[in-house]
């Protein structure tokens, strides 16, 4: 583990920190951080289920977007607080034990030698259910080959199309073309979805898109750029929860997403002939974000 984060080349910032020492663009050095462990209801309905996905979110985040919904935890001075590996896959067994469908880590690339650990840990103490990463989509295929085998259920965003607006809302230039590769080899990880005898997803890659006003053209990319290399391997969630705040430096998007531009994409994603998923309106609430107390972590330090 220590050898990988030395110069950390975990995320496609490549940024080469010596993490054990400082930290990373990220803002992770080599302590794990974590802000929350808990059910969570909110995901697509073969993650959620009846009785919530298992989701840790991590602290720190590699992509870094104007807009992010999670920016307590994001930032570089992130909210979150540090936790062992062994915490960790106690926090995983512990989640599984109040009856969570599967394990969801939400951003957790700059942290993927400690999830490996702690999926090892786990399960050689019984962990069974299916352990979903949950991501920007802007990911490195290299760090994607190390979690071969311990992920049954990719979740990845596509956020962008044009390198344009990538560049103006995550710094990101390179996003579409980083996501793809990543996408492509979450697919080849994972092949086509298989369900259990309840409907929920044992293993899959189902790709996220979030709307962001007035980028219906790119949306509108984004979904054909799917269906025409994915097709019927991955599902598609189209997502209408974007939430403005504080965008005054992007007065553009402080705005939600209007019924008329949500349709129209639903409509292009029928015609698309894409399987998977809308939102209702009632998304558009920041109440869907949860607290980032360090509730549901086991053990944590003093």
């Known amino acids: 583990m220590t050898e990988l984060l030395k110069h950390c080349r975990l995320c496609p910032r490549a940024c080469g920190a010596d993490r054990t020492r400082t930290r ?16 969570h209801f909110w995901e697509e309905p073969p993650i959620s289920g009846k009785n919530g996905s298992g989701t840790v979110f991590f602290s720190h985040c590699s992509l870094g977007c104007v807009f992010c919904q999670n920016r307590q935890i994001s930032r570089r001075e992130a909210a979150g607080r540090p936790i062992s590996v ?3 896959a106690r926090t995983f067994l512990s989640l599984e034990q109040q009856g969570a469908h599967n394990i969801n880590l939400v951003t957790g690339a700059h942290y993927a030698p400690h999830i490996i650990a ?28 190390l979690l071969d085998g311990w992920i049954d259920i990719y979740l990845p965003d596509y956020k962008y199309y044009s390198s344009y607006y990538a560049e103006r809302y995550s710094h990101a230039p390179d996003y579409r073309e980083t996501a793809v590769a990543a996408i492509t080899e979450m697919v080849r990880q994972t092949g086509a979805p298989v369900y259990d005898e309840h409907g929920l997803l044992l293993r899959g890659t189902v790709i996220r898109h979030l709307m962001l006003p007035g980028l219906a053209g790119d949306t509108a990319q984004v979904l ?27 007065p553009e998007l402080d705005r939600t997403i209007t019924p008329e531009e949500y349709h129209e994409a639903c409509a292009l994603f029928r015609d698309l002939g894409l399987g998977g998923f809308f939102q209702q309106s009632e998304a558009v609430s920041e109440s869907f974000i949860p607290a980032f107390d360090g509730t549901g972590l086991e053990d944590i330090p003093t």
């Not at 840990?121 to 490195?140: D, F, K, M, T, W």
């Not at 750029?225 to 430096?249: K, N």
Request: with cysteine; aromatic share 8%; charged share 20%.
């Open 24 to 39: 990373g663009l990220c803002g992770a050095d080599a302590t794990l951080e974590a802000a929350r462990a808990s059910l």
């Open 86 to 88: 062994e915490s960790l």
């Open 118 to 145: 702690a999926l090892r840990l786990a399960r050689a103490q019984g962990l069974h259910i299916p352990a979903v990463y949950n991501s920007s989509g802007y990911e490195s295929p290299d760090t994607l080959a």
């Open 224 to 250: 054909r750029d799917i269906a025409a290399r994915f097709g019927d391997r991955v599902l598609v969630s189209l997502m209408r929860q974007y939430t403005p705040f504080a965008m005054q430096d992007w």
